[in-house]
C-alpha cells in the first residue's frame, strides 16, 4: 500500500475518496505526487517524493489510473536500466493506492516544472511517447536533490542498490 498525493486537479478527475497519507509504504520508493495535465489526450503526471523521478501517464480512463500506474512505472524503471529485480518487487508491492492530498510543497513545486519541462518538448515533438518523455526528465537535475545525487534517475539508482545490497 502506498499514497498518491494529488493535486486537486486530479482528485476532481478521479472520483475517488481522499483518506490520509500512508505513513510506511509498502514499497520502496514510496509515496507519490500526481496532477493531471490537460493535454489531448489528458495524461497525468507522477512525481516520486523520495527521488523526484516523473511518470507520464494517460489519464484516461481516470477512475483506473491507479491501477494502470504500476505498469508505467515498471517501463520507466526499465527505460532508465533499473534491474528486472527491483522493477518486479515494486510494482508487486504496489498492489493497492490511496489517494490523499498534497503536502509537500518542495515536491509539487518539482511537478510544475516538470509540467513546463514537458510542455516544452511537445512543442518540439517529443511528448508522444510518454516512457521515452518519463525518461528524458529523469535526467533533469533538481535543486532539492542537489545534497544527494541530483538527478531523479541517479537517486533512484543509489536507492535501488541500497535496497538491492546484500
Known sequence: MY?????RKLL?????PVAAPVEHPATVLGNWYATALFWKPQVALFVNERTLLPVFVPLAPAAKLARR???QLGR?????GTPIDFVLQEIGAMG?????????RSVVGSMNDFAFLAEAGRAHGKGEDLVALSVHLSGTPCSPLRK???FPD????ALVAEALAP
Open 76 to 80: 520507466v524503471l526499465e527505460g532508465i
Open 154 to 157: 541517479r537517486e533512484v539508482e
Open 12 to 16: 476532481d478527475r478521479v472520483k475517488q
Open 69 to 71: 500506474f504500476p505498469d
Open 148 to 150: 544527494s545525487h541530483g
Open 96 to 104: 493497492h493506492a490511496s489517494y490523499s492530498k498534497t503536502v509537500n
Open 3 to 7: 499514497s498518491i498525493h494529488a493535486t
